[in-house]
């Protein structure tokens, strides 16, 4: 018997070691994508570099105007498309397991919705609207602070994080109770918007609903620096609790007989979540399905562990956000499309298929 029993261990043991290099080579697979199709989305746009004009810019030896283009132009939001799609897929995860909900999403507790009405307020309120230009054009214009809507949502969007956490902590900090007061709060900021719209002229009202489209054409190295100083904090945090997130897929009681302190955990981790897609949303606009895609594709390959389910989401949502920007290039005719938009037609039909998929479970 005992011999048998240490063959079962060994057996066992060899089984998780090749489960664990199979991971880690899946994060290689998909880390090596990202630099490939960063490559190709570099390389793609609408004034027809060639592969050669575009490796010599890259070698510091194109012409100006190719360096524009390359440097200032499509290198930020290369770099914006990685950090912000991972950011958000990873966000996506950690909100799906605290809240034991596979439907919820880097928008759930009514983030987004805050941050188009903050973007809404500085756009047509204070910069283009009713109280400082009325319809005069060319005063529209210059009263625009190009970083003034970005962070008129990133503190409405903290607002409305910290309002609902905090009503949640008065009462009994469930998901259920978390879920349902983020949906509320969603709908009151939508209300807010449609209200403040209502009221705004007709330049006003044009910029703030292109305001709302993703765009990755407006991201900058400083946005994508102060995105990839949250996003790498924020992950690094996530991963460090990895083993706590794995106690909490056995249920809070599970989670607590193991020195988890299960509140505390939720609160934390939701805030940092709502953290991370305030700073994204509020400089790029709303891109929707990416933390709710990747996840349920990243569990279905690498399952639930999050010390791989997290890397893998990361990268994940970067490679999900490239192929969207290219695109959303591509398809543009001379112009990009908001990336948000083509994030939502490659993801609404993938994210069908998932939920009547046979194989689906339920929870995933």
Not at 81 to 97: D, E, H, K, N, P
Not at 119 to 143: D, E, P, R
Not at 228 to 254: E, R
């Amino acid at each position: 018997m005992k011999t048998i029993r240490a063959e079962d261990i060994s057996i066992e043991k060899k089984q998780l070691r090749s489960q664990e290099q199979q991971k880690l080579l899946m994060i290689t697979a998909l880390t090596v994508s990202v630099a490939v199709l960063g490559l190709v989305c570099l390389f793609t746009g609408s004034s027809r570099m060639s592969l050669t004009e575009c490796v010599s810019v890259l070698l510091g030896q194109g012409t100006d105007a190719g360096i524009r283009i390359i440097w200032h132009i499509r290198m930020p939001r290369v770099l914006a498309a990685v950090i912000a799609g991972g950011g958000l897929s990873v966000s996506g995860l950690i909100m799906q397991t605290n809240l034991d909900n596979p439907m919820a999403s880097p928008s759930t507790l009514g983030v987004s919705n805050a941050a188009v009405f903050g973007a809404n307020l500085s756009i047509i309120a204070f910069a283009g609207g009713f109280l400082t230009t009325g319809h005069n054009l060319s005063n529209y214009a210059v009263g625009i602070n190009p970083y003034a809507a970005s962070l008129m949502a990133f503190l409405f969007s903290v607002v409305s994080i910290l309002m609902i956490l905090g009503m949640c902590r008065t009462r009994f900090f469930t998901p259920g109770v978390v879920i349902l007061s983020g949906i509320a709060m969603g709908s009151v900021w939508t209300a807010a918007t449609t209200i403040l719209q209502f009221y705004a002229t007709d330049v006003g009202i044009s910029a703030a609903v292109i305001w709302n489209f993703g765009d990755l054409g407006r991201a900058t190295y400083k946005t994508d620096l102060i995105m990839l100083a949250v996003v790498w904090m924020s992950t690094a945090y996530f991963w460090l609790m990895s083993w706590k997130y794995n106690a909490l897929l056995s249920g809070d009681a599970s989670a607590r007989s193991m020195g988890v302190d299960v509140d505390r955990l939720r609160f934390v981790s939701l805030l940092t979540a709502s953290l991370v897609t305030a700073v994204c949303v509020s400089f790029l606009g709303i891109i929707g399905f990416v933390g709710i895609i990747c996840p349920h594709v990243t569990k279905k390959i690498v399952g639930q562990d999050h010390r791989y389910s997290i890397p893998v989401s990361l990268l994940g949502g970067s490679l999900l956000l490239l192929l969207a920007d290219t695109c959303s290039r591509s398809m543009g005719n001379g112009s990009a499309l908001p990336v948000g938009a083509i994030t939502s037609l490659l993801g609404a039909p993938f994210f069908i298929t998932i939920i009547f998929s046979k194989k689906e479970g339920t929870r995933c």
